[in-house]
Structures are given as structure tokens and as C-alpha cells.
């Protein structure tokens, strides 16, 4: 028993220096993107600027709690999420402030970045329709409303409403098209749904290519096809070299897009420091980084995507606001839960 | 724990909104169908993987018997999310699987069904069962076997006519768990499009921002567990029978001819090769594809960090838990009993629900700290506990304290109240009955409940997410880094790290050794 607890005891001392690092210089940094490129991003600031970079990682909505009950004392510097309704959200609870910096209101376009400077989007990600090429013709596809048609009936995959890219997509509708055309747009997908919904996104373009087809249309982003052709299975290439991607709306509303995104909490402790980080995420060293390893497309217009989105054309995007997408989300899920959306 | 439950309790008394109302209708039936469905089949063959198995190795000789048992406790290393990833691709349409699927059944198999989510569970929790009816029938007294064997009652007889009335009480007990970590499962069920009261609790919770409406059906998610315990007591609470003599013979195991060891060896080397050689050859599989990216120096110290809450949580569950039954053995009332079945509250709701309730509860410790060191040092302290390894490792206790009083406390019922009684008798206080007689008879009741919790903590995942301090990593949330993002085969290389330490735990925890026999 003795030598347990002696190990157990040497081990809770490790594990104390662990979680303690000194704190001279350092932005805490609380995130839901689980990319290695972000973590090459943070160890190049480090290098650059002597900035140390804490990181927890985890779903941006628990992190949204976590910062609300730690209140004033905070530890949070800058709060980063996948998903812009997020940043929107802790915008209107109060615990994002505005960035002061020209330097990043210059590297971002307008259309990725908060009105009143409360954050920055980082990057970006279209949510396309992809076509199984072999049994669609592209000159078959137009619009997200379009995939209601009789033509799509059984042959449209499309992943659970408690996934937050859907509830988003559905959420930029409202604003779009009214509460009324949304809910007759999803009910109409929902009719048309070659299955229940299950999977992820990757596993509806897996669903389309498969020797047992389960449908032939699929709402999903784009970068995950990028990885998928560059994946180290030749299972998942075979697959993406079958699937073809299609901007639609591009009459309309525009193609909708995910951006991810970070504001400094009004508690930070470290402002400058955090300010400076954005800054550098910002920068054209730093976007070609996230257009290069991920398949994401750069907010900053001086960087080029990588060749794959190039390839894939511009596009149109949605320009809905994004304080609208926001303060649709739960609309959009009482919509979803409405039309039996599983 | 029932500070936490207060808020939660609460809740009934507040109107219900709209929303309630909506999620009610649209998916209330849905979730109740699914629930009871995943509960009734994993229970089911849970049991029976884990029971059967736990016969075979523990009354029966046949070659590779120490080395088979000690392999059946491993799956309980992959987490059920892992194992449904692997599934689905091993599953995949290509796959020769479907193809003689496809020949013999007219159809695919669907790997995202509610069939398969049965299964896939009950392949990965079926170790709960395993490991807590062995440990009961390592402290099994011959004398009742031999009785029958000389009777010439049959193999399958004496598994179903006297083997199943013995082990109820740990069988179903140990059910009880698998149960409950269904119930707060979201990983695989929401992968797999599969409404349940998660689904419901996260809904209301992140989608409508009502946390009162996510902790009703937190509190339908009590009544269900209540349900499923109030049927623990009526099965297995019958009879209750325990030793009056310390003469306690060990089990002499039974031999078996060459055939019916390779019919042993087809079914347990077949469940064993499903439920983790299968995973575990994919992951290598995996990892052999992505090793020269996926490697980073934070293996190392996740692997520190890991192995260091998984056992300090583990130890404190272990002190407690022998605490909470020995008050509810000495005093077996109904509030004693309800309150100590709460602990299962705990382990019943999602993660994410305890991370909250917890995130508030270090929230007014931290208020109260700083009253006290304003008052004392004149000093605001500001977060003093909050973000620091105690919240983790307060909440490991809470959400996993369920599992070490389940499989300590069936062997309470097990070892009876003679010899304690017999201890005060002999004028012997509480404290030293409980470390010179208790503690030695729970010694195997205790090796499995450290396992339990040990492998459980390395696993854990959503509190460990939430409430981890800066760049804290364990291998778990290593792994599912990836898997977030799709991209499982990135993970492989911890998850495997992952299945190797938590083999390491069991082995050692395990490992035969002297036995001090009762009453030395």
C-alpha cells in the first residue's frame, strides 16, 4: 500500500507544477477549435513576441459558462469558437469587449468582423451542396430552397438537428426568408431526407459514394472534403474524388458560410497581450497558415485559399448579419424540432 | 453532491415554458421509446456477456484461463465513441462483412442503428458486469457447488439453476451501472442520430438557453433511474443470506474435456475479439496511417497527467465510498438508502451537466474564500479554487462515486453484519472494526471498484473538457481533439496510448497475489 500512495502522492505534486506556469507575459486563451494549426500558429507567436499562450480547449458553449461563473476573476483573456453565433451570444451576455487595434480592422474584411469590433472572424467555411458526380448533373442544382423539389425525393442526406452547423445554416434563413418560407424550406428537406439523419458530415459524402448508395445530395463544408482528399485513408479519397461540390444561391442570398472567430473577454487581465495575438492571427503570415492546413478560406483578402478552394471557384457568400444569425439560433431549433428534424 | 442537487430540486416548483412544452411534444415519446429500448437491450446483453463470462473463468479450469480473464476486463478501455467510430468503418458498405451481410439477410447493416448502438454498448460495458460478479465469486464458498456437483447437476443446470440465483444481487447491481453510463452517454447516441434525454437536456440548455428546462429532463432522467433501482431492490433484495463461519473454502474450479474448452475458448475469444481486438487492430491501423503527424510532446505529459487524477480521484472515491456504506449498512433506513442512491445522480445525467453544477458550487466556494480572506488578510483572493486540479478532481469524485459504492456495496451485502457485530461484541470501536475487519473481506470489492474508477477517469472526457486548468491535456482529450473534427485516425496514437494504460491499471490492480484469507 505504501509505495501507492507514495506514487500517488510524488504524482500529485507533478501534476500541481503541471498546471501552474509562471505569468509574466501570457494571453489565456479559452478555445473550441481543436486544430494542430492553431497550435503551430501559438507557438510562432510565442517565438516572436515571448508571449506565453495558455490554452483550454472545449465546446464553446460550456466555455461561455465556464467564463460566466468564474466571473470578474476571469483568468479568460480571449475567447475563440468555431461558430460566430457563439462570439454573438457572449457579445450579448456581456463578457466579450471591443478590440482597440487598426491593425486588425485592416487585415479583415468588413464582412468577418463585428460592427462594433467586439471580434474578429479568423477564418471561414462555406456549407455547400455536394453531388455525387456519376448521378447529378451540376446544371440539376440551384438553391438550398431548390433541394425541396420532387426530383430530390429519398436522395437527400443531411445530418441531426442538434448539429450546430445546422442549426446555423437554418438560423441565416430566418432573417432571409421569414419564419414561414424557412419552416416550409426544412419541412420540404425533411421530406425529401434519404434516411435519418446520422453521421457526420463526413459520413453523408461516405453515405453518397458508397456500393449501396443512400443518397445522391448532401448539405455539408467544404473543408472536411479537402481533408478527406488529402487524408492519409485511400478509403475516405475514393470517396471525395466521387463527390462534386456545388456553391448554391448564387442568384440570391449567397452560398452560407461558418466563420470562426475571437474577441477579448471585458474581464482580461492581459489586453495588450490579447490584442496582439488577434493582431498576428490576423496577419498574412498567420492566414496563409489557416488557408493552408485546414481547407478553411482566409478572412484576410490578401492571402489566397489553398489550391483545392481555388479550384473550387469564388463564390457568393451570405451576408447576413451576424447578430441576426444569433439571436435566430433558437427560432431556428424550435423550426427544426417543429418539422420532426431528428 | 446534495448542495449541487438543491438547484436541480428546485426546478419543479418553477413553471414550465413554451419550449418544455415543444420539446415535449415533438420528442419526449421518442427519447422514452429509445431510452427504454437502449436500456433494456444493453441491460440485457450486458449481462448476459458479462455474467457468462465471469462464470466460465471463475468455476471452470481450462488452459489460458488467467490469461483470458484478466484480457475480458480490457474493452471496458475504449470508450463507447471510439468503438462506435471503428464500427462505422469497419462497417462500411465495401467491407466483406457487409458483403456476406448482404448474401445471407437480403440487406446492409446499418452501423449507425439503435441495434447497433445496443450492441456496441453492451461490447464495451459488458466489463462492468465481468469484473464485479467475478470478484463476488472469487469469495464463493465451495461447499454449495460441490453439493451440486455431486448431484450430477448438468453444466448449463448449474449455471442457470445455481449459478444466476448467487450472482443476482452483483449481476444486477453492476447492470445498474452500465445503465446509468448509457443514460449520460452523448458521444455515441448523438453520432448515431439517436434521440434521448441528452438530446432533450443539451436542446433546452445551449438552443433555448434555458437551464431550467435542461434540468427537468435531468429530473426525468432521476425518475428513470429510480425506476431502474427500485426494480434492483425488488430483484435482488429477496434473500439475504452471508456466512456465519470464517471457514469460507474457495471455489475448487471444475475441469473441462478438450471440446468444451474450445467451445469456451470460441465464445469468449470471440466477444474478446469483437469487442477490442477488432478496435484495437483498426486504431493501429489508424495510427499507422497518421503516427508521423500525430505524435506531439504532449503524449508524455498527458500520459503523467492521466495516470495522476485517474488515481488520486480514484483513491478518494475508494475512502469515501467505504464511508458511505458502512453508515448505510449500519443503518439500513429508507432516507439513509435514498440519499446514498443520489450519488448515482451523478453518474446518470450527462457530463456536461455535472461541469456546470459543479462550475457554480467551486463559483460560491470561491465567494466564500474571499469573505474570509478580506475579512482575515484584508486581501481579496480572488479565484482560489475555481480552475484549479481540486474542481477537476472534486468533480471526478462526484460523478464517479456511483461506481465504487455499487461494487463495494454488493460485497457488504455479501459479507453481512456477523462478523462486524462480532467486533463490537468484543468491545472494538467503529474505526478499527472497519480497517481490521471490514477492510480485509472488501479487498477484492475493492480491487474492482478501483479499476472501475480508474478506467472511468482515464476515459472521461466532457468534465475534463470543461473544467481542466490551462493546457492541461489527459489522453482522452487528446484523442477526441480529433475526433471533433472528424478526423478520429488523427487520435489514434493516444486512444491507443490510452487502451495501453488503462491495460497497465487493470494488470496491476489485478495481478494474483497472496491472499490473505478471511480472519487470518
Given at each position: 500500500?505504501?509505495?501507492?500512495?507514495?506514487?500517488?502522492?510524488?504524482?500529485?505534486?507533478?501534476?500541481?507544477?503541471?498546471?501552474?506556469?509562471?505569468?509574466?507575459?501570457?494571453?489565456?486563451?479559452?478555445?473550441?477549435?481543436?486544430?494542430?494549426?492553431?497550435?503551430?500558429?501559438?507557438?510562432?507567436?510565442?517565438?516572436?513576441?515571448?508571449?506565453?499562450?495558455?490554452?483550454?480547449?472545449?465546446?464553446?458553449?460550456?466555455?461561455?459558462?465556464?467564463?460566466?461563473?468564474?466571473?470578474?476573476?476571469?483568468?479568460?483573456?480571449?475567447?475563440?469558437?468555431?461558430?460566430?453565433?457563439?462570439?454573438?451570444?457572449?457579445?450579448?451576455?456581456?463578457?466579450?469587449?471591443?478590440?482597440?487595434?487598426?491593425?486588425?480592422?485592416?487585415?479583415?474584411?468588413?464582412?468577418?468582423?463585428?460592427?462594433?469590433?467586439?471580434?474578429?472572424?479568423?477564418?471561414?467555411?462555406?456549407?455547400?451542396?455536394?453531388?455525387?458526380?456519376?448521378?447529378?448533373?451540376?446544371?440539376?442544382?440551384?438553391?438550398?430552397?431548390?433541394?425541396?423539389?420532387?426530383?430530390?425525393?429519398?436522395?437527400?442526406?443531411?445530418?441531426?438537428?442538434?448539429?450546430?452547423?445546422?442549426?446555423?445554416?437554418?438560423?441565416?434563413?430566418?432573417?432571409?426568408?421569414?419564419?414561414?418560407?424557412?419552416?416550409?424550406?426544412?419541412?420540404?428537406?425533411?421530406?425529401?431526407?434519404?434516411?435519418?439523419?446520422?453521421?457526420?458530415?463526413?459520413?453523408?459524402?461516405?453515405?453518397?459514394?458508397?456500393?449501396?448508395?443512400?443518397?445522391?445530395?448532401?448539405?455539408?463544408?467544404?473543408?472536411?472534403?479537402?481533408?478527406?482528399?488529402?487524408?492519409?485513408?485511400?478509403?475516405?479519397?475514393?470517396?471525395?474524388?466521387?463527390?462534386?461540390?456545388?456553391?448554391?444561391?448564387?442568384?440570391?442570398?449567397?452560398?452560407?458560410?461558418?466563420?470562426?472567430?475571437?474577441?477579448?473577454?471585458?474581464?482580461?487581465?492581459?489586453?495588450?497581450?490579447?490584442?496582439?495575438?488577434?493582431?498576428?492571427?490576423?496577419?498574412?503570415?498567420?492566414?496563409?497558415?489557416?488557408?493552408?492546413?485546414?481547407?478553411?478560406?482566409?478572412?484576410?483578402?490578401?492571402?489566397?485559399?489553398?489550391?483545392?478552394?481555388?479550384?473550387?471557384?469564388?463564390?457568393?457568400?451570405?451576408?447576413?448579419?451576424?447578430?441576426?444569425?444569433?439571436?435566430?439560433?433558437?427560432?431556428?431549433?424550435?423550426?427544426?424540432?417543429?418539422?420532426?428534424?431528428? | 453532491?446534495?448542495?449541487?442537487?438543491?438547484?436541480?430540486?428546485?426546478?419543479?416548483?418553477?413553471?414550465?415554458?413554451?419550449?418544455?412544452?415543444?420539446?415535449?411534444?415533438?420528442?419526449?415519446?421518442?427519447?422514452?421509446?429509445?431510452?427504454?429500448?437502449?436500456?433494456?437491450?444493453?441491460?440485457?446483453?450486458?449481462?448476459?456477456?458479462?455474467?457468462?463470462?465471469?462464470w466460465l473463468v471463475s468455476i471452470y479450469e481450462f488452459k489460458g484461463r488467467k490469461l483470458l480473464s484478466w484480457l475480458l476486463m480490457l474493452p471496458l478501455a475504449i470508450p463507447s465513441y471510439i468503438l462506435a467510430y471503428v464500427f462505422v468503418d469497419v462497417l462500411r458498405f465495401s467491407s466483406p462483412i457487409q458483403t456476406v451481410s448482404y448474401s445471407l439477410l437480403g440487406r446492409y447493416l446499418n452501423p449507425m442503428s439503435l441495434t447497433s448502438a445496443i450492441v456496441l454498448f453492451s461490447l464495451g460495458l459488458y466489463?462492468?458486469?465481468?469484473?464485479?460478479?467475478?470478484?463476488?465469486?472469487?469469495?464463493?464458498?465451495?461447499?454449495?457447488?460441490?453439493?451440486?456437483?455431486?448431484?450430477?447437476?448438468?453444466?448449463?443446470?448449474?449455471?442457470?439453476?445455481?449459478?444466476?440465483?448467487?450472482?443476482?444481487?452483483?449481476?444486477?447491481?453492476?447492470?445498474v451501472l452500465v445503465l446509468m453510463e448509457v443514460l449520460s452517454d452523448y458521444g455515441l447516441v448523438d453520432y448515431f442520430g439517436i434521440v434521448t434525454f441528452t438530446t432533450l437536456i443539451f436542446g433546452s440548455w445551449f438552443r433555448f438557453r434555458q437551464i431550467t428546462t435542461a434540468l427537468r429532463f435531468s429530473l426525468w432522467l432521476l425518475v428513470i433511474v429510480f425506476v431502474v433501482l427500485g426494480a434492483e431492490r425488488l430483484f435482488s433484495n429477496k434473500k439475504r443470506f452471508a456466512y456465519a463461519t470464517t471457514k469460507?473454502?474457495?471455489?475448487?474450479?471444475?475441469?473441462?474435456?478438450?471440446?468444451?474448452?474450445?467451445?469456451?475458448?470460441?465464445?469468449?475469444?470471440?466477444?474478446?475479439?469483437?469487442?477490442?481486438?477488432?478496435?484495437?487492430?483498426?486504431?493501429?491501423?489508424?495510427?499507422?496511417?497518421?503516427?508521423?503527424?500525430?505524435?506531439?510532446?504532449?503524449?508524455?505529459?498527458?500520459?503523467?497527467?492521466?495516470?495522476?487524477?485517474?488515481?488520486?480521484?480514484?483513491?478518494?472515491?475508494?475512502?469515501?465510498?467505504?464511508?458511505?456504506?458502512?453508515?448505510?449498512?449500519?443503518?439500513?433506513?429508507?432516507?439513509?438508502?435514498?440519499?446514498?442512491?443520489?450519488?448515482?445522480?451523478?453518474?446518470?445525467?450527462?457530463?456536461?451537466?455535472?461541469?456546470?453544477?459543479?462550475?457554480?458550487?467551486?463559483?460560491?466556494?470561491?465567494?466564500?474564500?474571499?469573505?474570509?480572506?478580506?475579512?482575515?488578510?484584508?486581501?481579496?483572493?480572488?479565484?482560489?479554487?475555481?480552475?484549479?486540479?481540486?474542481?477537476?478532481?472534486?468533480?471526478?469524485?462526484?460523478?464517479?462515486?456511483?461506481?465504487?459504492?455499487?461494487?463495494?456495496?454488493?460485497?457488504?451485502?455479501?459479507?453481512?453484519?456477523?462478523?462486524?457485530?462480532?467486533?463490537?461484541?468484543?468491545?472494538?470501536?467503529?474505526?478499527?472494526?472497519?480497517?481490521?475487519?471490514?477492510?480485509?473481506?472488501?479487498?477484492?470489492?475493492?480491487?474492482?471498484?478501483?479499476?472501475?474508477?480508474?478506467?472511468?477517469?482515464?476515459?472521461?472526457?466532457?468534465?475534463?473538457?470543461?473544467?481542466?486548468?490551462?493546457?492541461?491535456?489527459?489522453?482522452?482529450?487528446?484523442?477526441?481533439?480529433?475526433?471533433?473534427?472528424?478526423?478520429?485516425?488523427?487520435?489514434?496514437?493516444?486512444?491507443?496510448?490510452?487502451?495501453?494504460?488503462?491495460?497497465?491499471?487493470?494488470?496491476?490492480?489485478?495481478?494474483?497475489?497472496?491472499?490473505?484469507?478471511?480472519?487470518?
Amino acid at each position: 500500500m505504501k509505495p501507492i500512495i507514495s506514487t500517488v502522492f510524488v504524482l500529485f505534486i507533478a501534476l500541481f507544477l503541471v498546471a501552474c506556469q509562471s505569468d509574466d507575459q501570457v494571453v489565456n486563451l479559452y478555445t473550441s477549435r481543436h486544430y494542430d494549426i492553431d497550435q503551430e500558429l501559438y507557438d510562432l507567436f510565442t517565438e516572436e513576441t515571448g508571449i506565453q499562450v495558455n490554452i483550454i480547449q472545449a465546446g464553446g458553449d460550456v466555455l461561455i459558462e465556464r467564463i460566466l461563473s468564474e466571473g470578474e476573476n476571469s483568468p479568460a483573456d480571449l475567447f475563440m469558437t468555431v461558430n460566430v453565433s457563439l462570439l454573438e451570444e457572449a457579445k450579448a451576455r456581456g463578457i466579450l469587449q471591443p478590440f482597440d487595434s487598426n491593425t486588425i480592422v485592416d487585415n479583415v474584411d468588413q464582412d468577418f468582423i463585428d460592427p462594433d469590433n467586439f471580434y474578429t472572424g479568423l477564418s471561414m467555411r462555406a456549407r455547400i451542396i455536394a453531388y455525387h458526380k456519376d448521378r447529378v448533373q451540376p446544371s440539376e442544382l440551384s438553391t438550398y430552397e431548390a433541394l425541396t423539389e420532387p426530383q430530390w425525393r429519398g436522395r437527400l442526406l443531411l445530418r441531426s438537428s442538434s448539429n450546430m452547423y445546422n442549426q446555423n445554416m437554418v438560423a441565416a434563413f430566418v432573417p432571409l426568408l421569414g419564419e414561414a418560407d424557412t419552416r416550409s424550406m426544412i419541412q420540404g428537406w425533411v421530406n425529401n431526407f434519404a434516411r435519418d439523419p446520422q453521421g457526420n458530415d463526413r459520413d453523408q459524402a461516405r453515405a453518397m459514394a458508397a456500393t449501396n448508395p443512400e443518397g445522391d445530395v448532401a448539405i455539408l463544408n467544404t473543408y472536411y472534403l479537402g481533408l478527406m482528399l488529402t487524408s492519409s485513408d485511400p478509403a475516405d479519397v475514393a470517396v471525395a474524388e466521387q463527390i462534386g461540390v456545388f456553391f448554391p444561391n448564387q442568384a440570391t442570398t449567397g452560398t452560407h458560410i461558418n466563420v470562426s472567430g475571437a474577441g477579448i473577454t471585458s474581464t482580461s487581465k492581459n489586453v495588450a497581450a490579447a490584442t496582439q495575438l488577434l493582431e498576428f492571427l490576423t496577419s498574412e503570415r498567420a492566414q496563409a497558415v489557416f488557408a493552408g492546413g485546414n481547407f478553411e478560406y482566409p478572412v484576410n483578402p490578401r492571402v489566397e485559399p489553398t489550391q483545392f478552394l481555388q479550384d473550387l471557384g469564388p463564390f457568393n457568400h451570405q451576408t447576413v448579419p451576424f447578430s441576426q444569425i444569433s439571436q435566430s439560433m433558437e427560432t431556428a431549433y424550435r423550426l427544426m424540432l417543429e418539422v420532426d428534424w431528428t | 453532491m446534495l448542495i449541487a442537487l438543491i438547484p436541480v430540486l428546485f426546478v419543479v416548483f418553477t413553471p414550465a415554458s413554451d419550449e418544455y412544452q415543444l420539446l415535449v411534444e415533438t420528442r419526449l415519446q421518442t427519447s422514452i421509446v429509445n431510452t427504454v429500448v437502449l436500456l433494456g437491450g444493453v441491460g440485457l446483453l450486458s449481462a448476459l456477456f458479462g455474467s457468462t463470462a465471469a462464470w466460465l473463468v471463475s468455476i471452470y479450469e481450462f488452459k489460458g484461463r488467467k490469461l483470458l480473464s484478466w484480457l475480458l476486463m480490457l474493452p471496458l478501455a475504449i470508450p463507447s465513441y471510439i468503438l462506435a467510430y471503428v464500427f462505422v468503418d469497419v462497417l462500411r458498405f465495401s467491407s466483406p462483412i457487409q458483403t456476406v451481410s448482404y448474401s445471407l439477410l437480403g440487406r446492409y447493416l446499418n452501423p449507425m442503428s439503435l441495434t447497433s448502438a445496443i450492441v456496441l454498448f453492451s461490447l464495451g460495458l459488458y466489463p462492468y458486469v465481468y469484473v464485479v460478479v467475478r470478484s463476488f465469486l472469487s469469495r464463493q464458498s465451495a461447499t454449495m457447488f460441490d453439493a451440486a456437483r455431486l448431484f450430477g447437476v448438468k453444466r448449463v443446470k448449474l449455471f442457470v439453476g445455481y449459478g444466476l440465483p448467487l450472482m443476482r444481487a452483483s449481476i444486477i447491481s453492476s447492470v445498474v451501472l452500465v445503465l446509468m453510463e448509457v443514460l449520460s452517454d452523448y458521444g455515441l447516441v448523438d453520432y448515431f442520430g439517436i434521440v434521448t434525454f441528452t438530446t432533450l437536456i443539451f436542446g433546452s440548455w445551449f438552443r433555448f438557453r434555458q437551464i431550467t428546462t435542461a434540468l427537468r429532463f435531468s429530473l426525468w432522467l432521476l425518475v428513470i433511474v429510480f425506476v431502474v433501482l427500485g426494480a434492483e431492490r425488488l430483484f435482488s433484495n429477496k434473500k439475504r443470506f452471508a456466512y456465519a463461519t470464517t471457514k469460507v473454502r474457495s471455489l475448487r474450479r471444475m475441469r473441462l474435456t478438450s471440446a468444451q474448452q474450445t467451445g469456451v475458448w470460441i465464445y469468449l475469444g470471440g466477444l474478446l475479439l469483437i469487442a477490442f481486438v477488432i478496435p484495437l487492430i483498426q486504431l493501429f491501423i489508424w495510427a499507422s496511417q497518421t503516427y508521423s503527424i500525430s505524435i506531439n510532446p504532449n503524449l508524455g505529459q498527458a500520459v503523467l497527467a492521466t495516470l495522476a487524477v485517474a488515481l488520486l480521484a480514484g483513491f478518494s472515491i475508494l475512502v469515501l465510498t467505504i464511508i458511505l456504506a458502512n453508515v448505510g449498512r449500519n443503518r439500513p433506513k429508507l432516507m439513509e438508502t435514498i440519499l446514498l442512491r443520489i450519488t448515482l445522480f451523478g453518474y446518470s445525467v450527462p457530463g456536461a451537466v455535472v461541469a456546470v453544477i459543479m462550475l457554480l458550487l467551486f463559483q460560491r466556494l470561491d465567494a466564500a474564500v474571499d469573505v474570509v480572506a478580506m475579512s482575515v488578510f484584508g486581501l481579496p483572493r480572488g479565484l482560489f479554487l475555481s480552475g484549479t486540479i481540486l474542481m477537476l478532481l472534486s468533480a471526478y469524485v462526484v460523478r464517479f462515486m456511483a461506481i465504487g459504492y455499487q461494487s463495494i456495496e454488493s460485497n457488504y451485502q455479501k459479507i453481512g453484519t456477523n462478523f462486524t457485530n462480532a467486533s463490537y461484541l468484543l468491545g472494538k470501536g467503529k474505526l478499527a472494526t472497519l480497517w481490521l475487519v471490514d477492510v480485509p473481506m472488501l479487498l477484492p470489492g475493492m480491487a474492482s471498484a478501483m479499476i472501475l474508477v480508474t478506467i472511468d477517469i482515464i476515459k472521461e472526457l466532457p468534465l475534463t473538457l470543461v473544467l481542466r486548468p490551462f493546457n492541461f491535456n489527459t489522453l482522452a482529450t487528446l484523442t477526441f481533439r480529433y475526433a471533433a473534427e472528424e478526423q478520429v485516425a488523427m487520435g489514434a496514437v493516444a486512444a491507443l496510448i490510452m487502451i495501453l494504460l488503462s491495460s497497465v491499471v487493470i494488470y496491476v490492480i489485478s495481478r494474483p497475489r497472496k491472499d490473505p484469507r478471511y480472519g487470518r
